[in-house]
């Protein structure tokens, strides 16, 4: 089992950034990756970012979000973070973090075996 504590949300105007959290216990040594997904309010699920817990830390972006949104890792913490700058309205959502046991490049809702509770970004105009 992964336990995963998000943290960092809140209310931020447009043009502002935040930071992220998610830090991962228990049997951290099973990742394959670790990633963030976003649900605003009567939407689906989308995928955000991932990155390889392993190597080199491959990242992969979501089309809309590459060039503002960066993923890091820091592995002596199994801790990773989703730095958002620019932020704009449609970007509120709930921002939930996961961990892949099976895939190092999962980018999708069903590659993901843990899932945090999520934390809410609500960006105001």
């Known amino acids: 089992q992964v336990q995963l504590v998000e943290s960092g949300g809140g209310l931020v105007q447009a043009g502002g950034s935040l930071r992220l959290s998610c830090a991962a216990s228990?049997?951290?040594?099973?990742?394959?990756?670790m990633g963030w997904f976003r649900q605003a309010p009567g939407k689906e699920r989308e995928f955000v970012a991932a990155?390889?817990?392993?190597?080199?830390?491959?990242?992969y972006y979501e089309d809309s979000v590459k060039g503002r949104f960066t993923i890091s890792r820091d592995n002596a913490k199994n801790t990773v973070y989703l730095q958002i700058n620019s932020l704009k309205p449609e970007d509120t959502a709930v921002y939930t973090c996961?961990?892949?046991?099976?895939?190092?490049?999962?980018?999708?809702?069903?590659?993901?075996?843990?899932w945090g509770q999520g934390t809410q970004v609500t960006v105001s105009s």
């Open positions: 228990g049997r951290t040594f099973t990742m394959y990756a």
């Open positions: 990155i390889s817990w392993g190597g080199s830390g491959r990242r």
């Open positions: 996961a961990a892949s046991i099976r895939y190092y490049s999962a980018t999708t809702v069903d590659e993901y075996d843990y």
